[in-house]
């Protein structure tokens, strides 16, 4: 009886179907997970001083969901439901240790700054959050841009707010100084312009994603609450 | 076949299975990778070795691609003594037993005595100038702190400092690696010898009275890792005032 009902299959999708693009694109906007998930909000205030540094963190993300979705969902049909959490963490926990040995290797100075917040990436409630929702009822091929579109969802905030902290606060992009030099006091710098360092303070990254949901909900207005 | 998904059997199969490959594969990874990172590592340490030496404007031109060259260009040797100042390495060796030498180590192995430790010590010329640069280890409030003190020609004056740490509160006892700090070690007319060559101890002072021979001003906030910066000095620079009588 089982074997019969193996032979039914279901018509293939293709790769990208409207489905699938749908995955991917709808958690940079309308299902963001910082800004409207409101998940993950502790790693975007800490580490978005500098692009170079949020782009690396918003990568190693990608990195994680997208593989940790995968992964997930290729077990989930043989995985035991009474340790599901804890092989969830694991993979988590295996993939956060690979991201981190590896920038360790190959960029020592933005794993030094990123210091802690690499293995933290375990605790993001994006990552447990993706596997328990999507991973583990879906196929690998949609829970890998799950993954992806989650994971890009959060790079994107990231690198957003880290261009208005970086340009604010220390007058660069990407480490390339834009007004001159602040200590030679040149360029805008001689007109007496100064860098903000209340911008470089965490606060202010909190303001700053404030600032963006409040502009999101706005020109969106289906993800308002009614009273 | 049908294994029951609920089983004991089934769960404690597919838990070990799942920790053996992980477990393998993280294996793998970190020795493949263990090469790269101790290079990187070396790097740092050559870097910090030199923020003693140069000065802040100086060190902005040191990167990790230049350390090597950089470190090869200013430091020419190195010793390595015992607490009592006796030459344990020194010469053509010198300089790579020195660097070899793991203070940080060291002082965490409760294993080795603390008159077994040994003290490392690098010399640099700079502007015509031979410098000693010493690497120095201690605690915190959180955790190890750790820093290189560069002895100018006279063999009593700081030259300058570099301090490091591996967490202390950001804001107070993490002020220890700043500018402003180790420019209260250096700017003066500190001296770790009286004029006998003997040590003098720093004392690290709350009230502001600092700025003189062997008074420092602290950190307000950061008492307890400014007070484990006097005791790393007091502890780690003994030896080498004994070593420096020798010379």
Not at chain 1, 58 to 78: C, E, H, P, Q, W
Not at chain 1, 115 to 123: E, P
Not at chain 2, 14 to 37: D, P
Not at chain 2, 129 to 150: D, E
């Amino acid at each position: 009886m089982s074997e019969n009902l193996v032979k039914i299959k279901a018509p293939s999708e293709s790769l990208f179907s409207k489905k699938n693009r749908k995955l991917l694109i709808e958690p940079l906007t309308d299902n963001n997970p910082v800004t409207v998930q409101v998940l993950g909000i502790c790693s975007s205030l800490a580490i978005t001083v500098k692009m170079d540094i949020a782009l690396v963190m918003g990568l190693s993300v990608i990195f994680v969901t997208a593989m940790g979705n995968y992964v997930i969902s290729a077990l989930r049909n043989i995985m035991p439901p009474r340790i599901r959490i804890i092989v969830q963490l694991v993979v988590a926990a295996a993939l956060v240790i690979i991201v981190n040995e590896i920038l360790k290797a190959y960029l020592p100075d933005i794993s030094e700054q990123l210091s802690v917040f690499v293995g933290l990436i375990i605790t993001n409630c994006i990552i447990m959050g993706r596997f328990e929702a999507y991973a583990m009822a879906n196929k690998p091929w949609p829970s890998f841009l799950d993954g992806i579109g989650n994971g890009a969802g959060y790079a994107i905030l990231l690198l957003i707010v880290a261009f208005v902290r970086e340009i604010l606060g220390s007058g660069s992009l990407f480490g390339m100084p834009l007004f001159g030099d602040a200590i030679e006091k040149t360029g805008l710098y001689s007109m007496g312009y100064v860098n903000n360092n209340l911008v470089i303070l965490p606060p202010m990254a909190l303001i700053i994603v404030g600032i963006i949901i409040w502009v999101q909900r706005t020109k969106n207005t289906t993800l308002q609450e009614e009273n | 076949m049908a294994m029951d998904k609920e089983s004991n059997a089934y769960t404690i199969i597919f838990a070990t299975i799942m920790v053996v490959v992980v477990g393998g594969l993280l294996a793998f990874l970190a020795i493949s990778l263990k090469e790269r990172q101790d290079a990187n590592g070396e790097i740092k340490k050559k870097m910090e070795v030199l923020s003693a030496l140069l000065s802040p404007e100086e060190m902005m031109k040191v990167s990790r691609e230049n350390a090597e060259a950089e470190y090869e260009k200013y430091i020419t040797g190195g010793v390595v003594i015992d607490v009592n100042g006796k030459v344990i390495a020194d010469g053509e060796k010198g300089k790579d037993a020195a660097f070899q030498t793991n203070i940080q180590a060291q002082y965490k192995d409760k294993n080795i005595a603390v008159n077994k430790r040994t003290y490392p010590m690098f010399t640099a010329k700079k502007e015509g100038k031979t410098l000693y640069i010493i690497p120095i280890v201690g605690m915190g409030l959180w955790g190890p702190i750790w820093g290189n003190v560069c002895i100018a020609e006279d063999k009593s004056s700081i030259a300058g400092a570099s301090f490091g740490h591996k967490g202390e509160t950001p804001g107070l006892g993490a002020e220890i690696s700043l500018g402003f700090f180790i420019d209260r070690w250096v700017k003066g007319d500190e001296k770790i010898t009286d004029e006998n060559g003997d040590y003098q101890k720093f004392d690290v002072v709350k009230d502001g009275t600092g700025g003189q021979t062997t008074k420092i001003d602290g950190i307000s906030g950061g008492t307890i890792t400014s007070e484990g910066v006097e005791e790393m000095m007091n502890r780690c620079l003994v030896p080498y005032t004994v070593y420096f009588k020798t010379l």
